[in-house]
């Protein structure tokens, strides 16, 4: 018997002052059985990162084809590709041929740091591709606040995020290990 997600619910208030985005969403997150905890929270705090009205999750781990979030256009056409995680540099160069901007969002301290720069020569071509990290203790933090029903504040002000819940709250600054010229 194959295992199935488990759903939460997830009311996001986002703040963002640098892109004047103000705007709270009654998320439906489904954690696959192979995500950690940790890895579902990343997903939310990127979703906050590039939050707009066209942003969704996808079927992420379900689907190989798919990204964990998405903004698609009214043709159908990948506006933005979100990914967590250390994808090869195959995975990479497809989804930029696919999207207008590809975000990876990596989240394991050292281990990403050695992932990059043993991929960053292979997808230097794909100039519409931006890594960012966030960092590993921030992200253990808020992979321990899980519950079935929550409520998340998320602040973005001059490269600071902070994110709040009833458990606490971890401020921290994303790594940029590169910047899209695209973007």
């Not at 009311?11 to 640098?18: M, V, W």
């Not at 997903?43 to 998405?70: C, H, M, N, Q």
């Amino acid at each position: 018997m194959a295992l199935r997600s488990t759903i939460y619910k997830v009311d996001l208030h986002i703040s963002d002052t640098e892109r004047n985005y103000y705007n709270s969403h009654a998320l439906t997150v489904a954690q696959h059985p192979s995500e950690t905890a940790e890895r579902m929270m990343v997903r939310l705090v990127l979703f906050a990162l590039y939050a707009e009205e066209d942003l969704v999750f996808t079927k992420g781990l379900s689907d190989i084809d798919e990204p964990d979030i998405w903004v698609k256009d009214l043709t159908g056409q990948i506006k933005l590709w979100l990914e967590v995680g250390q994808p090869d540099e195959k995975r990479i160069l497809k989804a930029s041929s696919k999207s207008e901007q590809v975000v990876i969002c990596a989240y394991s301290g050292q281990a990403s740091k050695l992932w990059w720069s043993g991929i960053q020569n292979k997808v230097e071509r794909a100039k519409n591709v931006r890594v960012i990290c966030l960092p590993q203790q921030a992200s253990k933090a808020l992979g321990g606040w899980v519950e079935r029903g929550m409520q998340l504040h998320v602040n973005l002000q001059e490269g600071e995020v902070l994110v709040s819940c009833d458990k606490g709250q971890e401020s921290f600054s994303v790594e940029e290990f590169r910047a899209s010229r695209t973007y």
